[in-house]
Structures are given as C-alpha cells and as structure tokens.
C-alpha cells in the first residue's frame, strides 16, 4: 500500500483525450472510469496509487504549477506556458509524440521588410515614432511571448490578449502581428501571415508532466517506462 | 501580511513626514497626482516588462484605465494640465502610493513613492545637483547613512555617437539599442561588415529596390504578389525599411577604431572625479567636448551643493535599463542585511512631457524613493 494516492489529470475530451487513452491501453494501463463522481475520476488498470481525474485541458498545466495534481497529460505549449522555465516545480516527464503544433511568431506577408526577430524591434521604434502607439501582438502565450521578445531583444511592443481566432487579429486590425500555436500553417497563410525565419517558440506535442517531488518515485517510473515503450 | 499596524503606519507617515520637509523646504510644491491614470499612455511608453506589471482595468465604457506604476508620468499630467505655461519652470514634490504586480518574491505590490520632479530648468547641471542633493538629504533625514551613489551619463553616450561618420539611421539604431548591451553588441558587429550580412527570405524584395523610387517598387511588389495590405502599417513605412537594408549594403563600414572608442567609453567606470582623465581621453569632436564640460561643470556643481563627488560612483554602462532618461542617470544604494539595496533613483529625461503632449520639449529632472524599503533598511 503506497503512501498517498497520486494524481494524473487527463484532458476529459476531444483527440488529444482519445490519442491519451489509446497510448496508455498499448501500455498496458488503461484508462478506466470508476467512483461516483463517474466520468471525472478513474484509475489505471494495474498500476496502484496513481488515481486519474478528467479534466479540461487547459487546467492540467495550472494545477500542475499549484500542486493539485502530481502528474498530467498536456500540450507542452501550455506547460510552458503556466510554468516559466525559473520554476523547477514541475517539467517534461515523457513527450508523447502526438499533437504535435509550433507556437510561432507571424507577421502579416506584406510586411516584405521582416525576416526575423531583429527586425521586429526595429519595426517596433519605426511604428511608434510614425503612429505614437506600440506595435500590438495578438496571443494567448502571453509569458511565452515576453520571454521569446525578451531574449531577442525586443521591447517595444504591447500585448493584446487573444483567446480565439488569434490568427484573424491583424486583418482584424486588433494587433499588428501574432504569437500563435499551428499544425500545418494552412490557417496563418489563410490569414496571409507569415512565420518569421527565427519565429518558432516552441515545437510542442503532448506531453507526461510530472511535479518534480513524485518523479523518481517507483509507480510514477513504472508508468513513464511503460508508455515509453509504448510509443 | 494584509495592511500595517496603528504602529507601522505611524512610524512610515514619520519618516516619510521627515523626507517631504526636505522637499517642500527646498521650495518643492507639493502636489497629489491621479492615482487611476489613463493606460495607454504608461503602457504605450513603457516596455512590455512594466506593462506586464501594471495593473491594468477597464471603466463601464470601455476605457482602459490603470494604477500608477510610477508617479512620474503622473506629475507631468498634473502639470500638463495646470500649468498655465508648461515651459515656464515649476518644482513639484509628491508622496503617494505606485502600484506594481511584484517581479521577485518579497517585493510589494503597492508602496510609497516619495520624490521630486522639476520642469523647464534653466541651469540644467546646476538643477541636476540639487535634485542629487535634495535625494541624498532627504534620505539622511529619514535616518540613512552611509549611501553609495552611483551615476550614468546619457549625454556622453549620445556626443560619441553623434560625433562619429556614420548613417544617422545607424546612430538611430545604436542609441535605440543601447539600452539592451547583447542587441547593441549585434549591432556595432554588423556595422563593421555590413556587406557580409547573409541573406534571408526578403533579400530578394531589397534588391527589387535598386535603382527605383522605394515606395512604388514596393508597392508594386506588393500587388505582384497577391499580398492584402493588412494593419497600419503604411508601405511607405514598409519601403523605407526595405531601402534602408538596401543603402546599408553598400555602407562604408564602421572603422574599427571608432569601435574601439564606443567600447573604451562603454569600459569607462571608477569615482566620478577619476573618470574625467579617462573621459579627456577620448577623441575631442565639438559633440563630445561639450558633453565633457557639462559632465564636469557638473561636478562643481555637486561640490557647490556641498557634496563630494570624489565618492561617487560613474559607469558609463550605468542606466542601460531605464529608457526614458536623457542625460544624467543616478542611484542610491544602502547597504542591507544581504546585498546592497536601492532606495532612490532618478535623472535627467527632457523628453517626456513632448512625448505626453507639451507642445514643445521642456527640460526635466528628478528623483524618486522607494520609501519602504528606507524603512526596511532602517528596521
């Protein structure tokens, strides 16, 4: 008998829950609703002391960061995100593989002077000086932004929180340009964006994320070798 | 801990009692500035580093409002708005409450700012001094000892810059950069090879630029390639950049002698009596040589407030990270418990108020102090 039960969020729905079950069945714990609070609780088939709780994807990362839970299934966009690299209180455990997406930085196409980040700060001081306000940057990353612009050396710019349709901000006329998540690129050409060269942020998929006190823990290196060789 | 003790409110209202005497003695007015201020105008002159720190509201219009991060914007819109003459001089000295989300553990998310702003001096060393003076006496008076001031000087940087051949978009671009060392580093790297910049995916729509007139070429470029004009920025706007990237190619490239002297001067550090050799060092250029008399009329200045500069502290690198300053750039530090801690800061910024709506430039200087923390030194 283990001494406190551990717990693993799942995302409750949609493919990134689907593509959590099917990899974790080949593993050989599945995922199995159980108690009464049926439907947002569950357990592992043969693995005690880790419970599951089903949860909306966009809180794992948070109650990850707050201690909630001790293990969770998430995009590394949003583990990024909620956790600055400063924080060891949590990290990366086991990629994946699925889900995979960038978060890039995108520029309007016709924008034909801006490569790269560099010339992004340069913008930056060229459009406050002719239209007196900054540069806007539409996005739901708002710490991944503030990082990436911080350590190329970009400043001038405001941010404007985005939490849907990102991607339609510039045309829009809501922001100038964008730091959003995308699988093909398909929706930024739509929107006539362009990635800039040294844009990427992040080459994010799906992540186990563990709090840094369970990892060495034996049920925790149970699962992560089991899913391993799962992949 | 959810508000101060009878106690603890008693003893700051003291001390900071006894700082603002040191003000208003000196015939500062003392004003009490907005706290709720208009967002745009901290968050459209502040990095994203203090927007991403200020707290930031909306009113039932939809007006984005914010709490003071600072007071000195504040003040300059008290006197924007009550000065009959914004360029006439006037001496203003404040107490009141800045509001910041905390960057570190243990810094608070509201204290009290303490400080002095004076306007449309006209014996610019002479006002700069005093408010050194002011600061320093000041903080005596709430029971400090022991300071350890440190100073930076915009001017000088600016003279050198300007005082070398080279584009006036590449000084541009220096002095924008100079506030972030690895940015500027990049920069002066790039200007002694400018030739050698590799291509990238617009080097093509740079060289569609030769030979033509900027703005139809890329507006020609732009309707060639299907390209809906999105945001405001202008193709004017797009043009110039591009035929900037263009006439930088073919560039005469920095010296490298000149390079040597922006990073002897950058190198430049020790008490600010000493500095001046290593300063008339540097190569003499009209620019220059009066940022120099300035930097040592300064000086006597100082002695001339009773002061001893010999035991300040001069880094040519120093100020690199408050933006909106324009010459002189000071700090004040205290020995603390663990390392030493800042308590005031403050300097010359004679943009600001053009920037916030003057309708001209109109000189300006002054300090801040963190009152809190003089408390915290003191406890």
């Known amino acids: 008998m283990t001494a406190t039960t551990l717990t693993l969020g799942i995302p409750s729905k949609g493919r990134l829950m689907e593509a959590t079950a099917a990899l974790f069945a080949k593993a050989g714990h599945g995922l199995e609703r159980v108690g009464n609070d049926r439907g947002y609780r569950g357990r592992l088939s043969g693995l005690d002391g880790i419970e599951v709780a089903f949860l909306s994807a966009s809180e794992i990362a948070g109650q990850l960061r707050e201690g909630k839970i001790a293990l969770g299934v998430t995009g590394e966009d949003l583990l990024r995100e909620n956790i600055p690299p400063t924080d060891d209180c949590a990290d990366v455990a086991l990629r994946l593989g699925f889900g995979p997406a960038n978060v890039v930085v995108a520029v309007p196409e016709c924008w034909l002077d801006v490569a790269a980040m560099a010339d992004l700060e340069e913008v930056a001081e060229q459009f406050y000086r002719s239209h007196g306000r900054r540069i806007r940057v539409a996005t739901k990353y708002v710490h991944l932004t503030r990082r990436w612009f911080a350590a190329h050396g970009v400043t001038g710019y405001r941010i404007v929180d985005s939490s849907g349709a990102t991607e339609g901000a510039p045309a829009a006329g809501l922001a100038e340009l964008i730091v959003d998540i995308t699988t093909t690129g398909s929706t930024l050409k739509a929107n006539h964006l362009r990635i800039l060269e040294d844009g990427v942020i992040l080459e994010s998929c799906a992540v186990l994320a563990a709090r840094r006190e369970v990892l060495s823990e034996a049920r925790v290196q149970v699962l992560i070798r089991a899913l391993s060789k799962a992949l | ?379």
């Open chain 2, 1 to 379: 801990m959810a508000g101060r003790s009878s106690a603890e409110r008693e003893a700051l209202a003291r001390q900071n009692a006894a700082i603002m005497a040191v003000f208003e003695r000196a015939g500062f007015d003392h004003i009490a500035p907005d706290i709720i201020q208009p967002a745009d105008i901290f968050l459209e002159r502040s990095g994203e580093d203090i927007r991403a720190r200020t707290f930031v509201f909306s009113d039932p219009d939809g007006n984005e409002l914010c709490l003071r991060p600072d007071l000195t914007v504040p003040a300059c819109r008290y006197h924007l708005s009550h000065a009959g003459d914004v360029s006439a001089e006037a001496r203003y000295c404040y107490l009141g409450t800045a509001f910041r989300f905390p960057d570190e553990l243990l810094s608070p998310q509201e204290f009290n700012q303490a400080g002095i702003e004076w306007f449309g001096d006209s014996d610019p060393v002479g006002a700069e001094a005093r408010v050194m003076k002011l600061t320093i006496a000041a903080l005596e008076a709430a029971g400090l000892a022991r300071l350890k001031v440190t100073m930076g000087d915009l001017g000088l940087f600016n003279a050198l810059i300007n005082s070398m051949d080279m584009p006036d978009r590449w000084r541009r671009r220096l002095k924008h950069q100079f506030w972030r060392p690895a940015a500027f580093r990049a920069l002066l790297e790039r200007f002694t090879r400018p030739s050698a910049v590799k291509r990238t995916a617009i080097s093509a729509h740079v060289d569609a630029m030769a030979g033509k007139d900027p703005e139809q070429a890329a507006g020609a470029l732009i309707s060639e390639l299907g390209l809906p004009h999105v945001t405001d920025r202008s193709v004017a706007e797009i043009a110039a950049r591009l035929s900037e990237k263009l006439a930088d190619r073919s560039e005469a490239p920095l010296a490298a002698d000149m390079v040597r002297v922006i990073e002897t001067y950058l190198a430049i550090e020790g008490s600010v009596t000493d500095v001046v050799a290593d300063l008339a060092r540097l190569p003499s250029s009209p620019a220059l040589d009066g940022a120099r008399r300035w930097f040592e009329a300064r000086i006597e200045a100082l002695e001339d407030q009773g002061l001893n500069p010999r035991r300040f502290h001069f880094s040519a690198n120093f100020g690199r990270e408050l933006e909106y300053y324009t010459g002189l750039v000071f700090q004040i530090e205290v020995e603390a418990r663990n390392a030493p801690l800042v308590v005031a800061g403050g300097g010359r910024y004679n943009d600001l108020l053009l920037d916030l709506g003057a309708p001209r430039r109109v000189p300006a200087v002054g300090c801040a102090i963190h009152t809190e923390r003089v408390k915290a030194v003191l406890a």
